[in-house]
Nanobody, 122 residues
Framework: QVQLVESGGGLVQAGGSLRLSCAAS????????MGWFRQAPGKEREFVAA???????YYADSVKGRFIVSRDNAKNTVALQMNSLKPEDTAVYYC????????????????WGQGTQVTASS
């Protein structure tokens, strides 16, 4: 079992930055792929970024070059640094975990955090 708790959301002006953090429980955190997803009102949950157990990173085209995903296995945390935020980045952001391999489909992740709201105002 893996429990995930996100933090770091908030309200920022367009062009600003936020850093999300996800703290995980469990002794085998280093072997999990960690994903970040987001869901805006009235829209489906979508892939944002992910990092596999070997620290290879993956990004949605919409955030490539602006967001950076990283992990600290010693602290059982994964972070999402979000720069140059746009109003269209406004959503609830979730971290999720699955064993080793990154996928881009929310249904293929086994564990989820509670979500944190990110609002980028124009």
């Amino acid at each position: 079992q893996v429990q995930l708790v996100e933090s770091g959301g908030g309200l920022v002006q367009a062009g600003g930055s936020l850093r999300l953090s996800c703290a995980a429980s469990g002794r085998t955190f280093s072997r999990y792929a960690m994903g970040w997803f987001r869901q805006a009102p009235g829209k489906e949950r979508e892939f944002v970024a992910a990092i596999n157990w070997q620290s290879s990173t993956y990004y949605a085209d919409s955030v490539k070059g602006r967001f950076i995903v990283s992990r600290d296995n010693a602290k059982n945390t994964v972070a999402l640094q979000m720069n140059s935020l746009k109003p269209e980045d406004t959503a609830v952001y979730y971290c999720a975990a699955r064993w080793q391999v990154v996928t881009f489909t929310p249904a293929e992740y086994n564990y989820w955090g509670q979500g944190t709201q990110v609002t980028a105002s124009s």
